[in-house]
Every structure is written in structure tokens, then in C-alpha cells.
């Protein structure tokens, strides 16, 4: 299909889709609502194409619609968008195939023709594992209700595009579309009430479940009938893939997420996992109908039944099948059963002997298939579904210290140790064999709760060994910060280095400036701590390392987050192979580029050379979910090119390119960038009354209405920019359509180099440096998203009149910001060489406009006074769902 035809299709389910909204509204409400919105929308397109005089119209317009109307408008243009954002969900596989992409079949022939040392590619693709970690992080505004019918609707337009379909078949599917529709616009878009952590874990189980049945297994059998092509045959129970959530483990400024949420967290994933394996080994009984008086059965699988059946496939079957109910007895009702199995590798032991019965009895293409693929699954979901990592933030671990230690009389008081003295006194606890818990010791507040943590993770591995690896320690500025979490694990029974115990693994999170400029010298310090070296060696010499992106973005600009992290990967790796540690990154991603965000498998690809070498960890988080995941072709395509991203950079970019002096050219390039960006963007946000601008310029401080997620949107409550959290940080700017995190400071970093006569390095590197060519990639497409004319409109009606002055700044950045990225890459004009996303801009920017409209409107109400009308404020949450919507992010 051609580019053009993929268009066509889109726009016919586009039109398809919207008409069918229109008939919806007018059977539910009446034809005079349906007339004001296509006024509307007529206006706004017109005042978003030529800045016309219509901006003051729609004000007027808007200002005389009630409030009921006016959220009725706001839910019309949110459905648009749900609608229009879901056709091309569908679509985007089309898109694809037609713009090309670093397909798993194109990174395998890629390794065939470099001619690899197939021992080695052997030992390569033994340690890949590409882990996507899903967060309840609070920036998918879409309710679960709602997602369920944009997921119909999506299958139904499937079906639509099947070229079987005849014409009968297709006005089937368009009136299955009519009674969905009226399904959506009859379900409220808004939460009542916030969401509880257990009720995000149920969301986040709608994905894990899809993927970890219908997904992740076919994306790693495609690998292995590839890699035998390669003549490298991949394990039935090899795990490129696996799932990770922090869903129920993530304490991080979350009070609401206890030790009960997250045993009950554990359970449902447990409950869910044994399902699907059941549900499989219930096909496979039907399946597996071999005869003993067809084809021979091994020895070892008879005595794995007891008894002569002459179907023994089923009888094995059937035995593993009792052994899994019992399991479920024991891990989801808590109930002793003899025969249950104690892990997941007792299970693959009995599946090993099914497996090699089939090869070696005349079944090796079922052994090869359908086995092995059931096989994948068993080593993918475990008995857990997702790996659950555990969070909090290192304050607390030092709260509870300094409880314990003040109990035994420590002398100095804990709490009044410096870094470095508390780093002492911690490897010393850690190494040797005294308890800081008696039997009668009880911890009072957030330490008790942050104790409780550590045994609870204990009870859990003691229920299923794998369910849990990592706890993360978040603002990890120092060695002490890690070293005090693992003192605790060892009261909890989790470590204990004298009888060789290390059940967790311990992860700093570098999410600060200047926590990512010492991350090299940080690890070098960790490493060279030898009882916590000890502690890695019992963990298989396997360190990983958390890089937060959003945090480090909002606090020093985005160019200096992305070359910080770019170049703490870099000393990371180098201080790792020096203490021959096996490093895993965990890529701390947000969804919007402000965040850390952008196409994951260009993300891998552009790591710095010789980072990616085996575990490579993303976090997936908010509306990122639902886009990438929600429809099950994209996201087989998703995990497919995210895998082929990690085997290419594991295997074909272990070195770096170009000589050690282009590389000192170019990293001098960046810093002259990074620093005169950051300079930029301190400039801005570290202005007194910029908080207040921000504020007023964008429907922050209504936020909270929104319920979008169960963890408050600032630290200790505080107001100043350093308590507010990134998200929404990002989600004020990205509904105003300033987006300053995505792009403020850019412009003045590569006016900078230029000046500075580096136009030729420029140059240089953008023909032969991935890691900025995807840097600016990212930008181009958040100043793609920003409209600073409707960003006016907010500052004109909301700001006070001494504040105005930043938005002249802003636009003043921004502009030159467009020109230096211009003339950098060469183009005429934003997005000149993506049609794809040209067009997907072009068919929002009416309506986005006119929900930008509105809700500048609603907010001028509201702040003028007339807060309290329950209607008015529905309706400025429903423009705030709208816009997520339409511009496909929030934070």
C-alpha cells in the first residue's frame, strides 16, 4: 500500500468515525448542539489559519454558551479525538510498512551480513532481555471505561479493513461502530473519586495480561525462527523479553501505597499469571492426542506420569495442570497443598521433559512450535506476570536509621553524621553481624511503615522467588543512600553477606543534574565499598543503575538532562567494566519528551555505544500506555522493534564510531550547547515570580481535580518549582501548548556553538551522530506540538499584566529556537519530511483550538469568581481531558 492509499483509508474511517459522532450528539441531545459545534470548529479553524479577528468572536461565542453546553461541546471534541486518535492507532501499522523501520527481520540480516562470531552472537543474544516497566505515573487522563470501547472500536475497524470483508460484512461493522459510539458518549469521561494504588494495579493488568498472552510470545518465537536462519537456535525458555510493573511497589511520594497494597498487588498478577498458563495447558490437553500406540513416548516422561496411559502427553498434561491448581491455592488463597509446585523452575523441569520426549519421538515440529511457544510463555509470566520493582525515596530509609540507631544509643546520633561518616558506619553494619532489631524493637511512623517494606518483600520471594528483584532508591545522591536501604534488607532477612545471602538488588536513581555529573565516580564509590561489592557478587556481579529523565529535564532544561544522561551512561559503563560488573540501565522514561519521551526503539538505538549490552529496562508510563498498547497489532510492532533496537545495539554498536579525537570534538560541540541552554533555561525558571506564572498561564492548580492518579502532585505539599513533581510540570505547559520543557534553552545552546565557530563539528554530527540527531528529532516534534499564538490567548485572558513578561521571552526562545533547527537540519519548515505526522497534526488543529478556547474561557470564569458552579468546573476538566486527547500527551 502506498502512502497516498494509507492516507485514503485513514481518512474514509476518519469521516466514517466523525459522522457517526455527529448522528450520536443530535439522537442524544438535538440538532441545535451539533450547529454550535460545527460553528465553533468553522471559527477556530479560521482563527488558528490566519490569526484572524474570529479570536475575539469565539470569546464572545463561548462566554454566552451555558455551562452545561459548554461541557457537552468539551466531551464532543474529546470523543473527535479518542475517535481520530484510535483510527490511526490502526493504521499506523500501514504507515510503517510504507516508511520502512528497524524491523526484528532487517536488525537479524543486518547481523548476518557484518558476519558476527557466531560463538560470541551466541553469548550476546543469551543475556538481551528488553523490559518494559509499567508505572501508575498520574498522565493518562483517559478513564479504563472509556479505553475499553476505543479498544471495540478499534478491532471493529480492523474487521472494516479486512479485504475479505464484503459489503454486507461492512455495514455489519459500521453499526457495531454506531453502538459503541453511543456506548462512549454516554460513559463519563471523568473520575468521581481519585483512583486507589489497587485500582491502578487492576488498570495496569488490562495491558500486562494482552501482552503476556497474545504478544510477547509470538514477538520471541519470530526471533527464534529468525535466529535459526542465523543457525542459532534460541532456548525454549530463553527471556528476551519480560514484563515489569511498579504498580503497588512505587512508595515514592505515594502514602497511599502500603504493605497490604502491595501483597494484593502481588496476588491479583499471581492470579491473573496461573490463569493464562491454565487456560494454555487446557489447549495444549486438547492438543497433544499422541498415541502410545502411534509414536513412542520417552522413558522419562512415562515415569514423569506413574502410569502407562496411551495418550501420555495428556496424562502429563493433565498432572501439571493439578500441580498448578494447588500452586494457585498456595500463592493466591493462602492454603497449604503438598503437590504445588515451590517455583517456576519446577514447572519448566516437567515441561523440559514433554519437550524432549516430542523432539526425540518423531514431534519435533509441535517440540518446536507450539510447545515451545507455551514453554515461552511459562518463562515470560512466571507465576507473577510482571516483575515488580519496589520504590522510595532515600530520605526515608535514613528516617528509619536514625530511629534505630537512636534506640541502641549510637554515639554520634545517626542524624547528625555527614555523607561520607554515615557511608562508614553503614558498609560496617552491613558487613558484620549485629542486628539493629530486637524482639521487642518497634519503629514508630514513616520509619515503621519504610520497615515493614523490607519484610513484606521478604514474603513475598518467600512465596515465589522471582516475583520481586530491584528496590529502587530514588534521589540517590550519595553512596550512603544505597548502602541504607540494603542495612535494612538485612534486618528483614533479605541480605545477610556472613551466611551469603542477597535476595534483592539495589538500584540508585540519578534523576538530578548534579547527581548525573558524578554518576561515574558515584558507582566507582559503590563498587569499591567491599561488603557492598560482596553483596553484587551474590547477586551475579549484576548491577543496575535507574537514570531519571524528568526530574533532571525539569530542573536544569532538557539539553543539559540529555547530555547529562548521555554522558553518565558513558562513565557508568567504563567504571562498571573496571570493576567487571554487569550493568543494567533502567531508562527512567516520561511520555512526553519533556520527559524523557520520543519513539522507544530509536531511544535504544541512540544510547551511547557499549551501554546496551544485555538488560535494558524503560519504564512505560500514562497516556504512552494506552497509544502503544491498547491495540494488539501495534503493539506486537512495538515490542518487536524495541527488541530489534536492543539485539541491534547489543551486537552492532558494542563500539563506538570515529576516532577518539571526532569523539572529543563533538563532546566539545555539546558542552558548549548544554551549558548556554542551561544558562537560557535558569534564566527563566529560577525568576521568583516565574512560579506564579506558570500558575496563571496554564490550569496547573486544577489539576488535582482531575483524579488522574492516586500520588499527589507535589512533594511534602510544598509551592515552589523544586516540590512540584515533573508531571505536572509538563502537563501545564503541554495544555497552554507552551511546552517549554521540551525545547526552551535549544535554541540559544546552538546559536552558542555556532558562534563559538563550531558550525562545521554541527554539521559533522548530525550526518554521523545519532545521539543528537535524535536529541533535535525529539525537539522538533515538541515545537511542532507548540502553539504559541493559542499560548498568547492564555497569557492575554489569565496572566497578570507584570507577568507577561516571560511570555516574551518564551517567544523570543522559541523563535529562535525554530531557526537555529532549521538551519541545522537543512529543512524548510517543522516536520517538512514527516507527512505522517503532518497530517496527523493537520486533522486536531481546528477542534484543539477550539478546546483550547474553551478552556480559557472556563478559566477565566472560575478564577473571576464563579468556582463554585459544579457545572462550570466539569466542564474545565472535561477541555483538559480534550487536549490530552488531541495532542496524545499530558505528561
Known amino acids: 500500500m502506498t502512502s497516498n492509499d494509507a492516507d485514503a483509508v485513514l481518512n474514509a474511517d476518519i469521516q466514517l468515525l466523525t459522522g457517526l459522532l455527529y448522528e450520536t450528539v443530535e439522537r442524544h441531545d438535538d440538532a441545535s448542539l451539533v450547529a454550535l459545534m460545527r460553528d465553533v470548529e468553522r471559527w477556530a479553524s479560521a482563527a488558528h489559519t490566519v490569526a484572524s479577528p474570529d479570536d475575539e468572536r469565539i470569546t464572545r461565542l463561548l462566554g454566552a454558551v451555558d455551562p452545561r453546553s459548554t461541557a457537552k461541546l468539551a466531551r464532543a471534541f474529546t ?13 499506523r501499522l500501514d504507515e510503517s510498512a510504507v516508511h520502512g523501520g528497524a524491523s526484528l527481520a ?19 543474544i543469551a543475556e538481551i532481555e528488553v523490559r518494559p516497566v509499567f508505572t501508575a505515573h498520574p498522565t493518562e487522563a483517559t478513564r479504563r471505561s472509556v479505553l475499553t470501547k476505543i479498544r471495540q472500536i478499534a478491532d471493529l475497524l480492523e474487521k472494516r479493513a479486512d479485504p475479505r470483508a464484503q459489503p454486507g460484512d461492512r455495514e455489519r461493522v459500521e453499526r457495531r461502530l454506531a453502538e459503541v459510539l453511543e456506548r462512549l458518549w454516554q460513559t463519563d469521561e471523568l473520575r468521581t473519586d481519585r483512583p486507589r494504588p489497587i485500582e491502578e494495579a487492576r488498570s495496569t493488568l488490562f495491558y500486562l495480561e494482552e501482552l503476556a498472552d497474545r504478544v510477547l510470545p509470538e514477538v520471541v518465537d519470530e526471533l527464534a525462527v529468525g535466529l535459526r536462519d542465523l543457525g542459532v537456535d534460541l532456548s525454549p525458555t530463553a527471556v528476551p523479553v519480560r514484563l515489569g510493573t511498579w504498580v503497588g511497589g512505587d512508595r515514592d511520594g505515594n502514602p497511599l501505597v502500603t504493605a497490604s497494597v502491595t501483597e494484593e498487588a502481588i496476588r491479583l498478577q499471581t492470579d491473573a499469571a496461573l490463569r493464562l498458563l491454565r487456560e494454555r495447558l487446557e489447549s495444549l490437553h486438547v492438543e497433544l492426542s499422541a498415541s502410545t500406540r502411534v509414536v513412542a513416548a520417552s522413558d522419562e516422561l512415562l515415569e514423569l506420569i506413574g502410569t502407562g496411559p496411551t495418550e501420555p502427553y495428556r496424562a502429563a498434561v493433565q498432572r501439571i495442570l493439578d500441580r498448578l491448581e494447588a500452586t494457585r491455592a498456595r500463592l493466591v488463597d493462602d492454603r ?54 519496589i520504590r522510595e525515596h532515600s530520605g526515608h530509609h535514613h528516617a528509619a536509621l536514625g530511629q534505630l540507631y537512636d534506640r541502641i544509643g549510637q554515639e554520634p546520633a545517626y542524624g547528625t553524621l555527614s555523607s561520607p561518616e554515615r557511608a562508614e558506619l553503614l558498609a560496617d553494619e552491613l558487613a558484620g553481624p549485629r542486628p539493629l532489631l530486637g524482639p521487642t524493637t518497634q519503629l514508630t511512623g514513616d520509619p ?58 539495589f538500584v540508585p536513581l540519578l534523576e538530578t543534574p548534579s547527581s548525573l555529573a558524578i554518576a561515574g565516580d558515584f558507582l566507582d564509590r559503590l563498587l569499591s565499598c567491599e561488603p557492598y561489592r560482596e553483596l553484587v557478587r551474590l547477586r551475579g556481579d549484576r548491577q543496575e543503575v535507574m537514570l531519571g529523565y524528568s526530574d533532571s529535564a525539569k530542573l536544569g532544561g532538557i539539553t543539559v538532562s540529555r547530555w547529562g544522561l548521555h554522558r553518565a551512561q558513558r562513565d557508568l ?40 549490552s544485555g538488560c535494558i529496562k524503560i519504564t512505560e508510563q500514562g497516556e504512552v500506555i494506552s497509544d502503544k498498547y491498547l491495540v494488539p497489532a501495534l503493539a506486537h510492532r512495538n515490542m518487536e522493534l524495541s ?32 551549558e548556554t541552554s542551561h544558562e537560557a533555561y535558569l534564566g527563566l525558571v529560577s525568576d521568583e515570580a516565574f512560579p506564579a506564572y506558570f500558575r496563571q498561564s496554564t490550569p496547573v492548580d486544577e489539576l488535582a481535580d482531575l483524579n488522574i492518579g492516586s500520588r499527589p502532585a507535589r512533594r511534602g505539599g510544598g509551592a515552589r518549582l523544586e516540590d512540584l513533581r515533573a508531571i505536572p510540570w509538563v502537563f501545564g505547559w503541554t495544555q497552554s501548548r507552551q511546552l517549554i520543557p521540551g525545547w526552551f534553552g535549544v535554541g540559544s545552546g546552538l546559536a552558542a556553538a555556532v558562534a563559538a565557530g563550531y558550525g562545521d563539528q554541527l554539521d559533522e554530527a548530525m550526518r554521523r551522530w545519532r545521539f543528537l540527531r535524535s536529541f533535535l528529532s525529539n525537539v522538533e516534534m515538541t515545537l511542532s506540538k507548540t502553539d504559541l ?20 521571552v518564551i517567544t523570543a526562545e522559541h523563535d529562535l529556537t525554530v531557526r537555529q533547527l532549521l538551519a541545522v537540519t537543512g529543512k524548510d519548515a517543522l516536520l517538512s519530511n514527516e507527512p505522517v505526522l503532518q497530517r496527523t497534526f493537520a486533522v486536531r488543529h481546528g477542534r484543539l483550538h477550539a478546546l483550547h478556547e474553551l478552556q480559557i474561557s472556563l478559566l477565566h470564569r472560575t478564577r473571576s469568581g464563579q468556582s463554585g458552579d459544579p457545572e462550570l468546573q466539569r466542564a474545565l476538566l472535561l477541555t483538559m481531558n480534550g487536549i490530552a486527547a488531541g495532542l496524545r500527551n499530558t505528561g
Open 79 to 91: 470523543v473527535y479525538f479518542h475517535l481520530v486518535n484510535v483510527a490511526e492507532q490502526v493504521h
Open 106 to 124: 532487517e536488525t537479524l540480516a543486518a547481523i548476518r551480513a557484518a558476519d558476527l562470531d557466531k560463538d560470541d552472537l551466541v553469548r550476546t
Open 336 to 389: 497449604r497443598v503438598p503437590q504445588s509446585y515451590a517455583g517456576v523452575d519446577e514447572l519448566l523441569a516437567d515441561l523440559h521433559v514433554i519437550h524432549r520426549s516430542l523432539e526425540a519421538n518423531h514431534g519435533e515440529l509441535t517440540a518446536r512450535g507450539t510447545f515451545a511457544r507455551f514453554m515461552r510463555m511459562v518463562a515470560l509470566v512466571g507465576f507473577h506476570l510482571a516483575v515488580l520493582d
Open 448 to 505: 515503621a511503615r519504610t520497615l515493614e517494606t523490607f519484610h513484606t518483600v521478604r514474603r513475598a520471594l518467600d512465596r515465589d522467588p522471582g516475583v520481586i528483584e530491584s528496590y529502587i532508591v530514588s534521589m540517590s545522591e550519595d553512596v550512603d543512600d544505597v548502602l541504607a536501604a540494603a542495612v535494612l534488607a538485612r534486618q528483614a532477612g533479605l541480605v545477610d553477606l556472613q551466611a551469603g545471602v542477597a535476595r534483592i538488588g
Open 573 to 612: 559503563v567504563e567504571v562498571a567494566r573496571r570493576h567487571d560488573v554487569n550493568l543494567v540501565m533502567f531508562h527512567g522514561r516520561g511520555g512526553s519528551v519533556g520527559r524523557g519521551g520520543g519513539p522507544s526503539h530509536e531511544a535504544i538505538v541512540a544510547q551511547p555505544a557499549g551501554t546496551v
Open 643 to 674: 527488541l530489534a533496537a536492543t539485539l541491534r545495539a547489543a551486537t552492532l554498536r558494542r563500539e563506538a564510531k570515529g576516532t577518539s579525537d571526532v569523539r572529543r570534538r563533538w563532546d566539545d560541540l555539546m558542552n558548549v550547547i548544554a
Open 789 to 808: 499564538g493559542i499560548g498568547r490567548r492564555y497569557v492575554d485572558q489569565l496572566v497578570d499584566p507584570e507577568l507577561r513578561r516571560f511570555f516574551d
